[in-house]
């Protein structure tokens, strides 16, 4: 199944963003912190506060963010909104992200491969648009 729903990108302060949003719509909250993951051997302690995947959900809403974490991007007007695609099917997704990655960004984009979490890839479009990919693990 295949999902294409909003993605923020926050400076540090993504939990305490959600936790509002969570009380505004009434919804569902997760909150993946770094330093919960296997992830934080690759980033300094000071950072292992920040939130490496918030996902809210109601019946009537769906969406997902982070705080930034690239370490030479900086945050600003037109970079911190995002579409957030996920896909149970390697096969669709990998498709999909080949396809919008023709002119994408070399600098920025991050291919598809296998995290902690499942499938994981990034890119900045050729119009400038991000875009975020998670699914299933490739099966080998």
Same mark, same amino acid.
């Given at each position: 199944?295949?999902?294409?729903?909003?993605?923020?990108?926050?400076?540090?302060? =993504?939990?305490?963003?959600?936790?509002?949003?969570?009380? =505004?719509?009434?919804?569902?909250?997760?909150?993946? %912190?770094?330093?919960?993951?296997?992830?934080?051997?690759? #980033?300094?302690? /000071?950072?292992?506060?920040? &939130?490496?995947?918030?996902?809210?959900?109601?019946?009537? &809403?769906? #969406?997902? @963010?982070?705080? *930034?974490?690239?370490? /030479? %991007?900086?945050?600003?007007?037109?970079?911190?909104?995002? +579409?957030?695609?996920? =896909?149970?099917?390697?096969?669709?997704? %990998?498709? &999909?992200?080949?396809?919008?990655?023709?002119? @994408?960004? %070399?600098?920025?984009?991050?291919?598809?491969?296998? +995290?902690?979490?499942? @499938?994981?890839?990034?890119?900045?479009?050729?119009?400038?648009?991000? *875009?975020?990919?998670?699914?299933?693990?490739?099966?080998?």
């Amino acid at each position: 199944m295949l999902r294409l729903t909003p993605f923020l990108l926050f400076d540090g302060n =993504c939990a305490e963003a959600m936790k509002f949003y969570s009380a =505004c719509f009434g919804a569902d909250l997760t909150l993946t %912190r770094l330093g919960d993951t296997p992830m934080k051997e690759q #980033f300094p302690a /000071t950072q292992h506060h920040k &939130i490496v995947n918030a996902y809210l959900k109601s019946a009537a &809403i769906e #969406f997902s @963010a982070t705080d *930034w974490l690239h370490p /030479t %991007r900086k945050p600003q007007q037109g970079n911190t909104t995002a +579409m957030y695609v996920t =896909c149970t099917e390697f096969h669709d997704l %990998r498709g &999909i992200f080949d396809k919008l990655s023709d002119g @994408a960004d %070399r600098e920025f984009l991050v291919d598809l491969r296998d +995290m902690p979490f499942g @499938a994981y890839g990034r890119l900045t479009d050729r119009y400038g648009v991000e *875009w975020f990919f998670r699914g299933e693990k490739p099966v080998s």
